[in-house]
């Protein structure tokens, strides 16, 4: 007897058409699963996270490194895990300052979340901080720069020796520099919150009078900021003060406007980045490890313990 119900059969046609459908889907979940690793990524930018999407697709033996500031590299059809992983560190490490590590090798994220806040270290002691040169690098003693506070009074860059010091350098003239103000205001309100007087932070302008730096912060709603007075007089002002009378030229302090330091509780740069920031709360818990583990200790202070 004949089925009232006859198969019915699928043209040749509609099922390649279902089939590229069914692709295309799984290609858009493919990608976006891609993005959202890429997004992951801590400190580095769009840049980094499209070269990201690159690399998952790239032949292996491979490996991506990054570092804190946004230094990125990786290296793919390598003969050996140990060479694509030497490649990728090597060419991160010689776009930073900072200490690079391995972010994912082959198809594998190895990021470790926990190490990566400990990345300034190791911080120096006192007696090899009293043997630093003066300079910009890591492991330095910065410039004993000079500035005048809110009561118009002389405060040098050394009388915060015991705290972590972060400086920053920029200009109201300088779209970068009020681009990333939102996230200097952000960093100011959580790290006064979480550190107290063991964190500074001293923004100075450059090439350009104080009152005009002031102004727009004030028009901007941020003025709350701890902005001070580098001496800067107008746009030719191209130096900056130091606490023995002499001066240094801002551009061996800043390569580009804005730049910052972080500092440790000796005046040593711990930490340095030129160019803005878009999130510097990523840095929160760097700047928590720096307060904490140099933190002095209560015998040091001449405090008997409780």
Not at 222 to 242: M, Q, R
Request: aromatic fraction near 12%.
């Amino acid at each position: 007897m004949p089925s009232l119900f006859p198969k019915q059969s699928r043209s040749p046609v509609y099922s390649r058409a279902f089939a590229v459908i069914a692709l295309l889907g799984l290609s858009a979940l493919v990608q976006a699963d891609s993005e959202t690793e890429a997004e992951a990524i801590p400190h580095v930018g769009k840049m980094a996270r499209a070269n990201y999407i690159l690399y998952q697709s790239a032949g292996t033996p491979k490996a991506f490194a990054i570092a804190p500031g946004g230094a990125w590299a990786w290296h793919a059809d390598a003969s050996s895990d140990a060479v694509a992983e030497r490649q990728a560190l090597e060419r991160c490490q010689s776009n930073s300052r900072q200490r690079c590590v391995l972010y994912a090798l082959n198809d594998r994220v190895v990021f470790d979340a926990e190490q990566w806040p400990t990345l300034w270290r190791p911080y120096p002691s006192t007696e090899q901080a009293a043997r630093a040169d003066v300079g910009t690098s890591v492991g330095s003693r910065f410039y004993d720069l000079l500035w005048r506070n809110s009561d118009d009074k002389s405060v040098s860059l050394s009388s915060l020796r015991g705290k972590i010091v972060f400086l920053h350098f920029w200009g109201s003239w300088c779209p970068p520099c009020m681009r990333e103000f939102p996230s200097l205001k952000e960093l100011h309100r959580a790290s006064t919150n979480q550190f107290g007087d063991d964190f500074a932070m001293v923004l100075l302008q450059v090439r350009e009078p104080f009152i005009e730096s002031r102004h727009w912060a004030q028009d901007n709603d941020f003025a709350t900021l701890p902005l001070f007075d580098s001496g800067a007089v107008d746009g030719t002002s191209n130096t900056l003060s130091l606490s023995d009378g002499k001066q240094v030229q801002d551009r061996a302090i800043a390569q580009v406007f804005p730049s910052s330091y972080v500092l440790d509780r000796n005046g040593l740069v711990i930490f340095s980045h030129y160019g803005p920031i878009t999130d510097w709360s990523e840095y929160l818990p760097f700047i928590a490890d720096a307060v904490q583990v140099t933190k002095p200790k209560r015998e040091t202070l001449g405090l008997s313990e409780p």
